[in-house]
């Protein structure tokens, strides 16, 4: 079935890098855009991060941008989120998400279960 | 960025009730808005893209309009299964934000 799978969280020190990965399965892969979300415990939800089909195009929150970087393997139909210089306000459960099949305006149709990151 | 400001942040209501949440942006969204449905410990759901547009697979209670800055979904009679937090998702500019949710719980 349609999925995405991430993985890749865990506890750090303040300053230090984490790399988490988005292995997608049971679609076309090489022809969606996978976005970043995450959620601080017991807050909402913050957009952070995109790359298009081709891995051409690519955008960042703010609060992010200049720290986390993102690629992408369609070989292997996985994308990455390098997290460098991690704060403990990125503590947060890191969830992909895949834009909705018919545009990327409509939102994101298929989201994975997330993965945890904690800095402290 | 556009600002998305949800309202009630929380609201307490009975099962059969009709609720209605808004949405206002800080600037206008051309339809480009979507509604998410999110239960503890799960990953957000679509509900509504384009404003208005039914994602398959979602009841008919849920409904939503709007255009420019101001948006609403309506759950027509609540469910059992819809007490959750809701969220809408400006998808006209990036970066693409998210209201800060609003908290459907059991009177």
């Known amino acids: 079935q349609v999925q995405l799978v991430e993985s890749g969280g865990g506890v750090v020190q303040p300053g230090a890098s984490l790399k988490l990965s988005c292995a997608a399965s049971?679609?076309?892969?090489?022809?969606?855009?996978i976005y970043w979300v995450r959620q601080a415990p017991g807050k909402g939800l913050e957009w952070l991060t995109f790359i298009s089909h081709d891995g051409r195009n690519k955008y960042f929150a703010d609060s992010v941008k200049g720290r986390f970087t993102i690629s992408r393997d369609n070989s292997k139909a996985t994308v990455f989120l390098q997290m460098d210089g991690l704060r403990p306000d990125d503590t947060a459960l890191y969830y992909c998400?895949?834009?909705?099949?018919?545009?990327?305006?409509?939102?994101?149709?298929?989201w994975g279960q997330g993965t945890m990151v904690t800095v402290s | 960025d556009i600002q998305l400001t949800q309202s009630p942040s929380f609201l307490s209501a009975s099962v059969g009730d009709r609720v209605t949440i808004t949405c206002r942006a800080s600037q206008g969204l051309s339809i480009y808005l979507a509604w998410y449905q999110q239960k503890p410990g799960k990953a957000p759901t679509l509900l509504i893209y384009?404003?208005?547009t039914l994602q398959t697979g979602v009841p008919s209670r849920f409904s939503a309009s709007g255009s420019g800055t101001d948006y609403t979904l309506t759950i027509s009679s609540l469910q059992p299964d819809d007490f959750a937090t809701y969220y809408c998702?400006?998808?006209?500019?990036?970066?693409?934000?998210f209201g800060g949710g609003t908290k459907v719980e059991i009177k």
């Open positions: 384009s404003a208005s």
């Open positions: 049971g679609f076309t892969f090489t022809t969606f855009t």
């Open positions: 998702q400006q998808l006209n500019t990036y970066p693409l934000t």
């Open positions: 998400a895949r834009t909705h099949y018919a545009s990327p305006r409509y939102g994101m149709d298929v």
